[in-house]
């Protein structure tokens, strides 16, 4: 039942708890007390807006690095990551599988921005052999979510 | 210039016939802007990729030309299977089934095979809007049942035996039912199982919805009923179950003897349907159960934010347990269901469709599809609410 709960609210974390229960089948309460929980156990993370800044004067540049780590013993690649995602700068960090070890978005004011922080700060820790930034140039879909403009519902009238 | 007195020159039993009652709702909505319909029957999910996929591969290896009249044989194999898997029917795809430009062809060459002039056509309403019509062009004569709420708008075997006469030659079975929802049990079919073998009635099976069933029941067709496959012609297609509404692809199965015929039909009306459908066709029922899973549950999910919706506001609406229409109940306003449609489009542009256009046994409900997006049908119930207000 909570996959149900989970699976509508990542498409759509504001719809009501009314809402909810009815796609659901379940009461007002269960859901609310669901939900309560599930944000207490961590399960749920966090509610964000999938907001197209290209729109703003104050968009921002970002772009997903690529590190290459050497793992420490009995850590493993934890300690690095850990280290990494404190930085306000970083938005994502992800374990790779593959040619590079360490998926790393971060987001900047410019590229330059962007550059100096992969220069100063991530490519200066210790265990980290080499970088490899990619930029952002244009975002067409994020969380799910259309940035682009599409044809939207085209049905005609037809059917009887 | 010579005139034409065109009415000498027409059918009367053509003109005679009404157009549907949904497109005049229709026709308003699309002179007004800011619409929000819930009046289409038909899926907002676009063909799954592979369906697509098949049809593009299939126009690149030039597969451009007519196909057997009965539809491809790979395609008659694979639809065996599927109606085998789903719903134990035993068909054999060289002499029992037939490729169709949608079910509506189905329908109507069945008609055509089976109604002489003067044959009476039992037709349980509200349903479809072209069963009707339909037998009226073959000369039959349509005995309607009017199937009711407190019935959950199954046919009942009292109903049916109340409406069977010695001129009686057909009945269609309409479920899962467009408008109304109602769906038709094993128990439910065994019951008039019985009746329409002892007075040898044929049954023209319209399972168009029989993949959309919700509350883990799944279809039962006639067919599969003792006895009944033997008298049975299961009309059913792609359009509703697959998202595959402009591909044109239905099927029907039924006993050789009666296939024949209504290939001839087919054969000289139509050829063969559309060749790249048919090969999309084989994709679809090859391997797209998970798309249609998916999308059935979604449906499901809607089903019931409308269905709750409609009784916060004071209609009420019965659980529809198939298809994708909410047929809810509008007599508390006081008004007819065309008064309650009209002044609802111009009053909120919210554009459903009056019961009635489904028969007049629909009076005094609404048929809302829930064919749209959460926010769609959200923002729909949000202005009925206000106009149910302002009716106060």
């Not at chain 2, 005139?3 to 039993?13: D, E, K, M, R």
């Not at chain 2, 006993?255 to 999309?280: F, V």
Request: hydrophobic share 40%; glycine share 8%; charged share 25%.
């Amino acid at each position: 039942m909570n996959l149900k709960l989970l699976k509508l609210l990542s498409k759509n974390a504001r719809y009501k708890t009314e809402e909810l229960a009815a796609m659901t089948g379940r009461t007002e309460e269960d859901v609310s007390t669901e939900i309560a929980q599930m944000e207490k156990d961590g399960l749920i993370r966090g509610y964000k807006a999938v907001v197209d800044w290209e729109r703003m004067d104050s968009a921002y540049v970002s772009a997903i690095i690529e590190l290459k780590v050497t793992p420490k013993a009995g850590l493993g690649f934890e300690e690095v990551a850990r280290r990494v995602m404190k930085y306000p700068e970083v938005e994502s960090v992800y374990l790779m599988s593959g040619g590079y070890d360490l998926s790393v978005m971060v987001k900047g004011k410019t590229f330059q921005e962007v550059a100096l922080f992969v220069a100063k700060e991530l490519s200066t820790i210790d265990s980290v052999l080499s970088t490899s930034t990619h930029f952002v140039l244009r975002r067409y879909k994020e969380l799910d979510v259309e940035m682009v403009e599409t044809n939207g519902d085209d049905r005609g009238t037809f059917s009887l | 210039m010579s005139t034409v007195n065109y009415q000498n020159i027409l059918n009367p039993a053509v003109c005679q016939i009404k157009p549907s009652g949904i497109r005049k709702f229709f026709d308003i909505a699309e002179t007004m802007d800011d619409v929000i319909s819930l009046g289409v029957g038909e899926p907002d999910f676009p063909t799954p990729w592979r369906i697509r996929q098949a049809g593009i591969a299939s126009l690149e290896n030039s597969q451009t030309r007519y196909t057997s009249n009965s539809g491809l044989i790979k395609l008659r194999q694979e639809v065996a299977t599927y109606v085998k898997r789903k719903y134990s029917l035993t068909y054999d795809p060289e002499h029992e089934i037939l490729i169709t430009v949608g079910g509506s062809e189905a329908i109507d060459a069945a008609l055509r095979a089976v109604v002489a002039p003067g044959d009476e056509v039992i037709i349980p309403q509200p349903s479809y809007v072209c069963y009707e019509p339909m037998t009226v062009l073959t000369g039959g004569v349509p005995v309607i049942i009017e199937t009711d709420a407190e019935h959950e708008f199954k046919l009942t075997p009292e109903a049916l035996l109340a409406h069977i006469t010695p001129k009686t030659k057909a009945l269609i079975l309409p479920y899962p039912c467009n408008p109304t929802g109602g769906i038709m049990e094993r128990e439910d079919l065994e019951a008039i199982a019985t009746i329409l073998r002892e007075h040898d009635i044929l049954v023209i099976s319209d399972e168009i919805y029989a993949e959309l069933t919700y509350g883990g029941k799944p279809h039962v067709s006639i067919a599969s009923i003792e006895g009944m496959a033997e008298r049975t012609v299961v009309v059913n297609g792609f359009s509703k179950t697959f998202s595959m509404t402009g591909w044109r692809m239905g099927y029907a199965c039924g006993p050789a003897p009666i296939m024949q015929e209504i290939r001839k039909i087919h054969q000289y009306a139509i050829m063969c349907a559309p060749t790249t459908s048919q090969y999309a066709a084989i994709e679809a029922l090859r391997s797209c159960e998970s798309d249609v899973a998916a999308m059935r549950e979604e449906y499901d999910m809607r089903r019931r934010l409308i269905v709750s919706g409609f009784n916060k506001l004071g209609l009420v609406c019965r659980e529809p347990k198939g298809a994708f229409y909410a047929f809810p109940c509008i007599r508390s306003t006081g008004l007819t269901s065309e008064e309650f449609c009209e002044r609802l489009l111009y009053a909120k542009k919210v554009a459903v469709v009056p019961g009635p256009a489904f028969g007049q046994g629909g009076e005094g409900f609404i048929r809302a599809s829930y064919c749209y997006s959460v926010e769609h049908i959200t923002e729909a119930l949000r202005r009925i609410g206000e106009f149910l207000e302002e009716l106060k």
